[in-house]
């Protein structure tokens, strides 16, 4: 037994004994029926049970980001043959409109631009989003191809995927909020092609 191993389980030894009851489930005339060297050997099998059931969460945990990177990449190997130039996909989620949508030196985000990285053919564009910030579900997203509004969407409903058809060359697409209410954005395709005719250089923004 290795000392980091002897060592996590000393600390999980010791978190055991605070808790109110008794490692392996015993009852408390089974403990109190225990010797002092028979309580500790409890704890450790315990400690031990609970370090298996530790790793094995984490192989699990190991296994679902596994999956998930593969699925991810499946799914941007497909979305970049259908023409895919351009993707935000933050960690969490990009917020804009409202008081509750500020940025590091609190001021107010009212609106996000997607750079295409070159002008671009923009064929159509997939957002999905809501506004499930606050109280109120007011929001109303707009959606530009550089300074040409395109089109507006309700998102009061529900979080969901929104197609929008562009039909423009473009350098960036901007989305903003055309109502006093917070706005949040997961993720943003952008489909088309470059205007040069070149090679399309994937952009990943995050």
Request: aromatic share 10%; with cysteine.
């Amino acid at each position: 037994m290795t000392y980091l191993y002897r060592l996590i389980l000393i600390l999980l030894i010791l978190s055991i004994a605070a808790c109110a009851s008794h490692p392996l489930g015993l009852s408390d005339d089974e403990w109190a029926g225990l010797t002092t060297q028979q309580k500790f050997e409890v704890k450790e099998k315990q400690a031990t049970l609970d370090l298996k059931a530790r790793e094995l969460a984490i192989e699990r945990e190991k296994r679902y980001y596994e999956e998930k990177r593969l699925e991810r990449q499946r799914e941007k190997e497909v979305d970049i043959a259908n023409g895919l130039i351009a993707e935000f996909y933050p960690e969490r989620y990009a917020c804009f409109g409202g008081d509750k949508c500020r940025n590091r030196r609190n001021v107010d985000i009212n609106e996000f631009i997607i750079p295409l990285y070159g002008l671009s053919n923009v064929d159509y564009v997939q957002i999905y989003a809501d506004d499930r910030v606050g109280n109120k579900h007011e929001g109303v997203m707009g959606v530009s191809a550089d300074r040409f509004k395109v089109q507006s969407m309700d998102l009061s409903k529900r979080t969901k995927w929104y197609q929008v058809f562009v039909g423009r060359t473009a350098r960036n697409i901007v989305l903003h909020a055309e109502t006093d209410d917070e706005i949040r954005v997961f993720r943003v395709k952008v489909f088309g092609s470059r205007i040069d005719g070149s090679k399309i250089n994937y952009k990943f923004l995050k």
